[in-house]
């Protein structure tokens, strides 16, 4: 029986070792040469924290022209009509392709994965680096296309409105191409990593959850992304050389490009949630000091979410002028893919059951999880639904549903891992009191900003609208001010996050109490991950050989 | 059924919508339990679970029987919510024979919308109540979207084909309509009303020919004159087919100077061609045919709204 | 909680000569687990490959769909003989390309180097033959998308202004612009393919040529040997799909 601490961490802790991965080399040349996992996600992490920054400001500029229905802040107007929709448009697309697609594989999980299955490195550490000097080149070719001319399509570039816009849409849908590839090479990488590297005596029913929900991840990735980037060629093609495929002028159709678009995006947007739900099945039972409820089945239903993703696409297109029976089949497949992903939120809170449930930060992330990601998910159903879609397509509804999975769920899972993984890669604690307090600004800010929206758009305001009918005003108004609140929560996170760096790297090994193979190394790790090659001792999740004291 | 939601949406402009509320109001109560289900799960395991030094957690890894209830229920409810929705859907899809057709074109920024005597209005819908409107739908330049959010209903409108939705609007009085596919600049103030009456003024809406003779009769817009207006309907109602502008001979006589000619008929006596002159040609073609000319033009009759015909004589004046 | 009682050395070994081997990768435990690994990765690569010519594929048969005439009667122009001669081009040279892998497996370092060669004479031929197709086009008018103007054909102009929703008159120019169109974007992608393939090709046999290849590690010439029979394979595809049908 192995006693530990509260924080988990063993009685009597290992020596720390004098050099880690932070310290082994010096120079700014050897991380940039690295083919560190663990150094590749830390700059990854530094990458896509500016993303979400960049995106955040274009977020913050809309809601505040939204604020009135004159858009004017100290009497004057912040932004004229063709402003707003660039504003929104570059809020789309930097969020989506730079920030929420390769954020958690390309951080948490190069760093993560490979210390979770007891290997030195990725498959592929080379394509790592490659992946993400890929990730910095899409970043300077979305940075060129703002100043070339910030695009006005909105991040689903539809034709024929993109092949005829005037803006930089080529560069901008050529940056997207190349994160494509940055993302299929991770995803490409994980794989591999995943099939040949596990440690000796881990099969695959013995691996961490969260590596069973990056696999599934990594699968879409390889299988998924490959589309977008042949239909964005496509469309830079049409744009530059009218091939006709899309353009209605020239005997092509319209929604073709939407078919095209949704093939890719709907698993992409599985692609942003499997990895929040692998850090949320890594929480629960570490926060719970309880073993995770129905392993086989979170397991399972993540393989089959990334499999079922592939064939709901349509259901971004119930209005668009498809045929009725393709109307009704994508209907009812939406409605399957729903299954899985409520399984999963059943076993989590089943594993808070009877269990011994401490509330430190990144529990508190894993907890708003179920709620904000519940009330995401619920309110899919509405949508999902012919007969109430019609009326609830394009309007705010669907702004405020996507807002609460991705952000209500990929995001505050993104910061939940962040902070239970941080001691790990940084070998600090961050100050618990600010963490809790920005968690709650965050739930309190997010929720202000977008439950205004469901109903906003069951009252009938559509979406990318720069104007609006007076009567909308209010909720307009709380919306913003949530995003305000929302934004000082993020604030605050940046500032006490920055600030643990500048204490000592003494954290322990194992802060939460984990029982996955992280925790077995020094905080932060060595270079080569571990002393002596792991092998695999106990099942996934396993307390009962611990007590805390 | 106002069970609770009428709040969340807007009035109730037809009997779709109010059925679309109906399923509406129960997935919304549905959620609400589910919801609250994890809300309290959430809530009360961290609390009546809280971490106490020493516990020992009980090594619960499955329960299949309650995994399977859980997995089961859920999707006999979806399977019963698609059928709902489906049943609703299928009532909305198709638009029941005996409906009134509209012809909608939409172009950025604006909408037309045509009736079926030919009248044409510009962002002014009108429609009589309890009728079936049956909207037959392109766009001329990027894909748009017309929504009528009293309705719920909503169809993308796609340059190249035709898309379709219909209602039947059973309240009377004025309701929006907007676009709701993002469509450039303008996207945002592509609005217009809708006007919901009865029979009769409907009928004297149509009377008078719509109301996007309006905007050239007002005289606030420079650029848009009755003569415009006239030229505009020289273009749609094919009288360029037989009659150009240019002086040349062509089916029909140029319009070109022939204002205040003296004109030789085909029965060998002259006419004046004024006012009275012009309206008659439109209304009895064959009643004054010009030398030189076969009388193969068709009566106008009924296709010309009194506006339109000030409009053409108008334009035909300022042809000298 | 002891991580281990086998007490491995960090940097691989255990297994024949993997501390020796210039090529091993140190988070690898055994050379074969590093080759095995590489494949699977290769495979993956392969797979992203199918699927972006496969957004093409699906792009044609929607297009041909609409224009089955067109697309139909301009096949004729392209000219089989060519399209043929490539196709057995690039089965030759997917034979070499095996015949390479082999004598790399089995240390013949100048039969290694030989094969690779050939291949990449294929596929400068392929490439050679790609011009002359190419520049006929050209000459003729058969030209993509907005560029088409082909004067032998007495196909009208499609009507040019704002779109309308009645379809396009059947049998204007529309058809085959975007025939030829998708003929110059799904050849055209297949030969940047080839010109990469021809880079690989190029390096991995000045490698050959030093000695660096044998059957203790040949993955190189194994992988970019998978990714040429990809390259063929997709050709075989695009080969009846634009110049045998009728």
């Known amino acids: ?549 | 059924m106002n069970w609770g939601v009428q709040w969340m949406l807007p009035a109730a402009g037809s009997d779709f919508a109010r059925y679309s509320d109906t399923i509406y109001a129960g997935l919304f109560w549905l959620c609400m339990a589910m919801f609250a289900g994890i809300a309290i799960a959430t809530v009360y395991f961290p609390l009546r679970y809280r971490f106490k030094a020493g516990r020992v957690t009980p090594h619960q890894t499955h329960n299949t029987q309650l995994e399977v209830i859980w997995s089961v229920a859920p999707l006999i409810l979806c399977v019963v919510i698609f059928f709902i929705g489906l049943k609703g859907y299928l009532s909305y899809a198709v638009a029941p024979a005996n409906s009134m057709e509209i012809q909608v074109t939409a172009k950025q920024w604006l909408w037309q919308f045509e009736y079926p005597d030919g009248s044409r209005t510009i962002n002014d819908l009108h429609l009589p109540i309890g009728k079936n409107a049956h909207f037959v739908m392109t766009s001329d330049d990027v894909l748009h979207d017309f929504f009528v959010p009293d309705m719920r209903v909503k169809m993308d409108i796609v340059p190249g084909r035709y898309t379709e939705v219909w209602f039947n609007p059973t309240v009377l009085g004025k309701h929006v309509f907007t676009c709701a596919e993002y469509c450039g600049k303008g996207h945002s103030d592509m609005h217009g009303v809708l006007t919901v009456e009865n029979d009769a003024e409907f009928a004297n809406f149509l009377e008078t020919g719509g109301t996007e003779w309006e905007d050239y009769f007002s005289g606030k817009d420079p650029t848009k004159t009755p003569e415009v207006w006239g030229k505009l309907q020289w273009e749609r109602k094919g009288c360029n087919s037989c009659h150009n502008l240019d002086g040349t001979r062509s089916k029909g006589p140029s319009w070109k100077g022939i204002w205040g000619k003296m004109e030789k008929l085909n029965n060998g006596t002259t006419v004046l061609v004024d006012e009275a002159y012009v309206r008659e040609s439109m209304m009895q073609p064959q009643a004054k045919v010009v030398e030189g000319f076969e009388p193969i033009m068709p009566t106008f009759q009924g296709l010309l709204k009194p506006k339109e015909i000030d409009g053409l004589v108008a334009f035909i004046k300022s042809l000298q | ?246």
């Not at chain 1, 739900?277 to 000091?289: H, R």
């Not at chain 1, 009252?459 to 305000?484: A, E, I, K, V």
């Not at chain 3, 004598?103 to 013949?108: E, G, L, V």
Request: with cysteine; hydrophobic share 50%; net charge neutral.
């Open chain 1, 1 to 549: 029986m192995e006693h530990v601490v509260k924080s988990g961490a063993p009685v009597g802790q290992r020596p720390r070792p004098t050099k880690n991965y932070l310290n082994e080399t010096t120079g700014i040349w050897s991380w940039m040469t690295t083919l560190d996992h663990k150094r590749i996600g830390i700059m990854y992490l530094c990458g896509v924290l500016t993303a979400f920054f960049i995106g955040g400001m274009f977020a913050l500029l809309v809601r505040l022209s939204l604020l009135t229905p004159t858009h004017k802040i100290f009497g004057r107007v912040l932004m004229d009509a063709e402003q707003y929709n660039r504003a929104f448009s570059l809020h789309g697309i930097v969020m989506v392709f730079l920030f929420i697609i390769p954020a958690i594989p390309g951080s948490l999980t190069n760093f993560v994965l490979p210390l979770m299955i007891g290997a030195k490195d990725v498959a592929f550490p080379r394509l790592n680096l490659a992946s993400f000097y890929l990730w910095c080149l899409g970043l300077l070719m979305a940075l060129t296309s703002i100043a070339m001319g910030p695009v006005d399509t909105g991040w689903t570039f539809y034709t024929p409105y993109s092949t005829t816009t005037t803006g930089a849409v080529p560069m901008a849908a050529m940056a997207a191409f190349v994160l494509g590839f940055s993302s299929i090479f991770t995803g490409l990488n994980f794989i591999a990593t995943v099939h040949k590297l596990r440690m000796p005596g881990m099969g695959w029913f013995d691996m961490p959850l969260f590596v069973w929900g990056m696999y599934s991840t990594a699968v879409i990735q390889v299988l998924a992304t490959p589309v977008i980037g042949i239909t964005l060629v496509l469309m830079v093609l049409e744009r530059v050389f009218g091939i006709g495929i899309f353009d209605a002028r020239m005997g092509g159709d319209p929604v073709l490009f939407q078919h095209f678009f949704w093939f890719y995006s709907h698993p992409a947007v599985y692609i942003m949630i499997l990895p929040g739900m692998a850090i949320i099945s890594e929480l629960m039972p570490t926060f719970s000091k309880k073993t995770i409820f129905g392993y086989r089945a979170i397991a399972y239903s993540s393989v089959s979410l990334a499999l079922v993703s592939f064939i709901v696409w349509g259901h971004h297109m119930f209005v668009a002028g498809q045929s009725q029976l393709a109307n009704v089949v994508f209907s009812a497949l939406t409605f399957l893919v729903a299954i899985p992903s409520g399984v999963k939120v059943f076993n989590w809170l089943t594993t808070m059951y009877k269990g011994n449930v401490s509330l430190e930060t990144p529990m508190l992330y894993a907890l708003t999880f179920m709620i904000t990601f519940g009330i995401g998910g619920l309110t899919g159903i509405p949508l999902a639904t012919l007969a109430t879609d019609v009326h609830l397509t394009d309007t705010y509804f669907v702004v405020a549903h996507f807002h609460y999975v991705m952000m209500g769920g990929t995001v505050i899972a993104f910061l939940g891992g962040l902070h239970y993984w941080w001691p790990k890669m940084t070998g600090r604690m961050y100050s618990e009191t600010w963490g809790r307090v920005s968690a709650v600004l965050v739930f309190v800010g997010f929720n202000t900003t977008f439950l205004t929206q469901f109903i906003l758009g069951s009252r009938g305001m559509p979406r990318r609208y720069y104007n609006y009918l007076d009567q909308f005003q209010p909720l307009h108004m709380y919306s913003t001010f949530g995003s305000w609140i929302l934004a000082l929560g993020f604030f605050i996170m940046a500032a006490y996050l920055l600030a643990s760096l500048r204490k000592p790297a003494d954290a322990p090994d194992n802060p939460w109490g984990g029982t996955t193979m992280e925790w077995e190394t020094s905080s932060p790790p060595i270079a080569h991950n571990f002393e002596e090659q792991p092998v695999l001792e106990h099942e996934p999740y396993d307390y009962r050989h611990r007590v805390t004291v």
């Open chain 3, 1 to 246: 909680m002891s991580t281990t009682s086998i007490d491995l050395q960090p940097h691989g070994g255990g297994h024949g000569h993997e501390g020796q081997d210039p090529h091993f990768q140190h988070h690898f435990t055994t050379m074969e687990q590093q080759f095995d690994t590489s494949k699977i990765g290769m495979w993956l690569f392969l797979a992203t490959e199918i699927l972006l010519f496969g957004g093409l594929f699906v792009g044609f048969g929607l297009m041909q769909g609409r224009y089955p005439r067109e697309f139909v009667e301009a096949h004729t122009y392209l000219q089989r003989s060519l399209g043929a001669l490539n196709t057995i081009v690039l089965l030759v040279s997917s034979w070499t390309m095996v015949m390479a892998v082999h004598s790399a497996r089995t240390n013949q370092r100048k039969k290694t180097v030989m094969f690779l060669a050939f291949t990449i004479v294929c596929a400068c031929i392929f490439l050679g033959v790609k011009y002359f197709e190419y520049s006929a086009k050209f000459e003729e008018g058969l030209l993509p998308a907005k560029y088409y103007w082909h004067k032998e054909n007495s196909i009208p102009a499609c009507p040019a202004g704002p779109a309308t929703a009645t379809p396009t008159i059947p049998g204007c120019t529309h058809g085959y612009a975007t025939f030829f169109a998708f003929y110059f974007m799904m050849t055209g992608l297949h030969g940047i393919h080839i010109v990469v393939g021809i880079a690989l090709l190029t390096w991995i046999m000045l490698r050959a040529n030093k000695g660096e290849f044998s059957g203790a590690y040949y993955t190189p010439v194994d992988l970019v040997g998978l990714y040429w029979h990809i390259v063929d394979m997709i050709w075989i595809y695009l080969f009846p799909l634009y110049y045998l049908i009728s």
